[in-house]
């Protein structure tokens, strides 16, 4: 299905320097919750792609016929792209986009990790038999679970509804990438949100434990899921940059 991109969820591109940088936004999300960030980052040099996933900021039927292998494959075709155009790629994932980020981690050479509140671990088996219960009684989609923000005032730009087979297809791919956090060696920075009515904090504590390679966590004290567009936005975006300059730009 072809459908018009929502104004403000278009993609970002920005060339600068020999240091690449790969951001993605959430389930249901898009480009909009993580485009200062992207900004933010390719206004100090780096070279920034900020894709938009298959099936989002669009339409609800228009993500409804998309699925995990569909945003892994964008995932890795824009890290491969950066890859050929600069000396080395570092990745910035919020949410299912932390999820795609650790993917990219395990079959690429990723330089450094920025994982945003991401979402690493399938949830419990109840909810994965409530959700197969939904879908055999053949609804297709439940409430949103976007725009989740602290900030006053401030609204993600996401969909108003959850389609049950695309989180099917999320919770499937995800147990694969929670099965091998082993195999992430790249240097890694875990901001973890105090307060997230999203994914789980032992989400965070499992990458602690598990992932090969060096990892720091700050927690952010005033934020809900999306902090990239919440009251610690501006710590965020300084924290990516200094940990990307530190590993990759150094």
């Given at each position: 299905?072809?459908?018009?991109?929502?104004?403000?969820?278009?993609?970002?591109?920005?060339?600068?320097?020999?240091?690449?940088?790969?951001?993605?936004?959430?389930?249901?999300?898009?480009?909009?919750?993580?485009?200062?960030?992207?900004?933010?980052?390719?206004?100090?040099?780096?070279?920034?792609?900020?894709?938009?996933?298959?099936?989002?900021g669009?339409?609800?039927?228009?993500?409804?016929?998309?699925?995990?292998p569909?945003?892994?494959?964008?995932?890795?075709?824009?890290?491969?792209?950066?890859?050929?155009?600069?000396?080395?790629?570092?990745?910035?994932?919020?949410s299912?986009?932390?999820?795609?980020?650790?993917?990219?981690?395990?079959?690429?050479?990723?330089?450094?990790?920025?994982?945003?509140?991401?979402?690493?671990?399938?949830p419990?088996?109840?909810?994965?038999?409530?959700?197969?219960?939904?879908?055999?009684?053949?609804?297709?989609?439940?409430?949103?679970?976007?725009?989740?923000?602290?900030?006053?005032?401030?609204?993600?730009?996401?969909?108003?509804?959850?389609?049950?087979?695309?989180?099917?297809?999320?919770?499937?791919?995800?147990?694969?990438?929670?099965?091998?956090?082993?195999?992430?060696?790249?240097?890694?920075?875990?901001?973890?949100?105090?307060?997230?009515?999203?994914?789980?904090?032992?989400?965070?504590?499992?990458?602690?434990?598990?992932?090969?390679?060096?990892?720091?966590?700050?927690?952010?004290?005033?934020?809900?899921?999306?902090?990239?567009?919440?009251?610690?936005?501006?710590?965020?975006?300084?924290?990516?940059?200094?940990?990307?300059r530190?590993?990759?730009?150094s």
């Amino acid at each position: 299905m072809t459908t018009a991109i929502l104004p403000g969820c278009e993609p970002f591109e920005a060339a600068g320097g020999d240091t690449g940088v790969l951001v993605l936004h959430g389930f249901t999300g898009n480009p909009t919750s993580m485009r200062p960030l992207a900004e933010f980052l390719a206004s100090d040099g780096f070279t920034v792609s900020l894709p938009r996933l298959p099936g989002h900021g669009t339409s609800v039927a228009d993500m409804m016929t998309t699925g995990w292998p569909d945003w892994t494959g964008a995932a890795l075709a824009a890290f491969d792209d950066l890859a050929r155009r600069t000396t080395r790629v570092a990745v910035v994932g919020l949410s299912m986009g932390g999820g795609l980020s650790a993917f990219v981690a395990q079959r690429r050479d990723v330089g450094a990790l920025v994982l945003i509140n991401p979402l690493v671990k399938p949830p419990a088996s109840e909810m994965i038999d409530g959700l197969n219960q939904l879908l055999d009684a053949g609804l297709e989609t439940i409430d949103a679970i976007g725009s989740d923000v602290k900030r006053e005032g401030v609204t993600e730009l996401s969909y108003d509804a959850t389609p049950l087979a695309c989180a099917k297809s999320l919770f499937d791919g995800i147990a694969e990438v929670y099965e091998t956090l082993d195999a992430i060696e790249a240097p890694s920075l875990l901001l973890s949100s105090r307060e997230d009515h999203i994914v789980t904090p032992d989400n965070g504590d499992d990458l602690m434990a598990r992932v090969r390679g060096p990892i720091e966590r700050v927690w952010l004290e005033n934020s809900y899921h999306v902090a990239t567009i919440d009251n610690d936005q501006t710590l965020v975006e300084s924290l990516a940059r200094d940990f990307i300059r530190s590993v990759v730009a150094s």
